[in-house]
């Protein structure tokens, strides 16, 4: 018995397809925080929750320092370290008015070991580093453009 010739290949690249179907990831929600102009795409609910609180508090204080939000502001958990940014555990994208934070479980791989921050409690610890990259967020809004950092340089 003989098969049609190309039918073979096409069954190869069909399963092909497939499989690389299945490994492409699937985006993640993204949930409006209910006090806050901020919205946040993460996998856990708890881990949004954590977010959104923190993040209200960061603008709360910077409110208090004359510094407030005019615009939305997106953040975005991801899982492992940006290959862009290698050292660092948030980084703000103020021409997308997008933070980007390494899921709680990278944070030791993106301070290294030795890092003195290790020994802060993780979870203040994360929370800090939403107030970080908000002020950043909201310096920038309120500003109206960019601001020079040393960690640019």
């Not at 299945?22 to 881990?47: G, N």
Request: charged residues 15%.
């Amino acid at each position: 018995m003989t098969r049609p010739r190309g039918r073979g290949l096409a069954s190869i690249f069909a399963a092909v397809f497939v499989l690389n179907q299945a490994a492409v990831p699937v985006a993640m929600a993204a949930t409006q925080c209910s006090s806050v102009a901020v919205t946040v795409s993460a996998d856990e609910a708890a881990l949004t929750e954590r977010i959104c609180a923190a993040a209200g508090r960061a603008v709360d204080l910077m409110a208090a320092c004359g510094i407030t939000q005019t615009e939305p502001v997106q953040i975005e958990v991801i899982d492992g370290l940006n290959p862009d940014h290698p050292d660092c555990a948030g980084i703000f994208h103020c021409s997308e008015a997008r933070i980007e934070l390494v899921a709680p479980d990278y944070l030791t791989e993106a301070l290294g070991a030795d890092h003195p921050f290790i020994e802060i409690p993780m979870d203040p610890f994360y929370d800090s580093l939403v107030a970080h990259e908000m002020a950043h967020a909201l310096a920038y809004q309120t500003r109206q453009g960019p601001l020079k950092s040393t960690s640019a340089t």
